[in-house]
Nanobody, 124 residues
Framework: QVRLVESGGKSVQAGDSLRLSCAASGQVYSMAWFRQAPEKEREFVAGISSSGAQTTYGGSVEGRFTISRDNAKNILALEMNDLKPEDTAVYYC????????????????????WGQGTQVTVSS
């Protein structure tokens, strides 16, 4: 069983930047960030292939957020720029335990491991 631990969430002002990290305790394949705001469904934010060569983003964050990974350190990162109040949510790291096409990365039910989440609050 692989454990995922997120860090980096905090309260910021609109327009600020923030970097989230997710440390994996073992080998995983494709990884993703999801977020969930109060009283809303969990939303796909960004995904990255096992090698890091392919990435994909949810429409609301494309152009502002960048996902990356360091496989040598088993670290997943999310660089968030130009943050908006609507980005306020608990951000979750997710990972798969086997190879799968990136076309399914946005589906929460296809991920095998989840972190506990880290809170990001953006004030206007």
């Amino acid at each position: 069983q692989v454990r995922l631990v997120e860090s980096g969430g905090k309260s910021v002002q609109a327009g600020d930047s923030l970097r989230l990290s997710c440390a994996a305790s073992g080998q995983v394949y494709s990884m993703a960030w999801f977020r969930q705001a109060p009283e809303k469904e969990r939303e796909f934010v960004a995904g990255i292939s096992s090698s890091g060569a392919q990435t994909t983003y949810g429409g609301s964050v494309e152009g502002r957020f960048t996902i990356s990974r360091d496989n040598a350190k088993n670290i997943l990162a999310l660089e968030m720029n130009d943050l908006k109040p609507e980005d306020t949510a608990v951000y979750y790291c997710a990972a798969k335990n086997s190879y799968a096409a990136l076309t399914t990365i946005h589906l929460a039910e296809t991920h095998d491991y989840w972190g506990q989440g880290t809170q990001v609050t953006v004030s206007s």
